[in-house]
C-alpha cells in the first residue's frame, strides 16, 4: 500500500510548450475533425490567435513529466499502473506556442479491495507563460498492490 503520509507533496514544477505539429497529431488521433484545431487559417478565421489545444491535450502535456523521482518517493512501480481517470476545468484558452506551467501535488492517496490497489490523485494547476491561469486537472493513479 502507497503510505497516506504523501498526502500533499508537491511535485517539481513542470513547463512544456504547446507545439503545433503535436497538436495536430493529437487532434487526429482522437478523431477530431474540426478545422479549428488542424489549420491556423481555420483558427484565425474563428477568432483564435492560433491553432487552440483539443480538449484533453493538457493530459498528454503532465504525462511527459521528466523527472520519476516522485513515483519512486511512494514505491509506485510502472508496472502495476493503471490508469484510473482523469478531469478537467477550464477558465481560459490555451494556444500552439504557448508555455505552460503544470504546479501538481497529491491531493489524496486511498486503498480498495483490502489494500490491493491503491489510489493516488493528483492535482495540477496549469498557467501559462503570462501567469494566467488555464485549467485544474485532477488525474487519478490506480497501483496493483503485491
Known amino acids: 500500500m502507497i503510505d497516506k503520509k504523501h498526502i500533499g507533496m508537491k511535485l517539481p514544477v513542470y513547463q512544456a510548450k504547446a ?19 488542424l489549420d491556423v487559417s481555420a483558427a484565425r478565421d474563428a477568432g483564435h490567435p492560433d491553432l487552440p489545444l483539443p480538449p484533453t491535450f493538457l493530459f498528454s502535456l503532465e504525462f511527459q513529466i521528466p523527472s520519476s523521482a516522485w ?56 498557467s501559462n507563460q503570462r501567469g494566467e491561469h488555464v485549467a485544474d486537472l485532477r488525474s487519478i493513479l490506480v497501483h496493483k498492490n503485491a
Open 19 to 37: 507545439e503545433a505539429g503535436q497538436l495536430r497529431f493529437f487532434a487526429q488521433s482522437i478523431g477530431e475533425t474540426n478545422p479549428i484545431y
Open 71 to 126: 513515483r519512486d518517493a511512494l514505491g509506485i512501480e510502472t508496472s502495476r499502473i493503471l490508469h484510473g481517470e482523469e478531469s478537467f476545468t477550464y477558465h481560459r484558452m490555451a494556444y500552439a506556442g504557448d508555455t505552460l506551467q503544470f504546479e501538481t501535488h497529491i491531493s489524496d492517496i486511498y486503498d480498495k479491495k483490502a489494500g490491493a490497489l491503491s489510489f493516488v490523485v493528483r492535482q495540477s494547476r496549469v
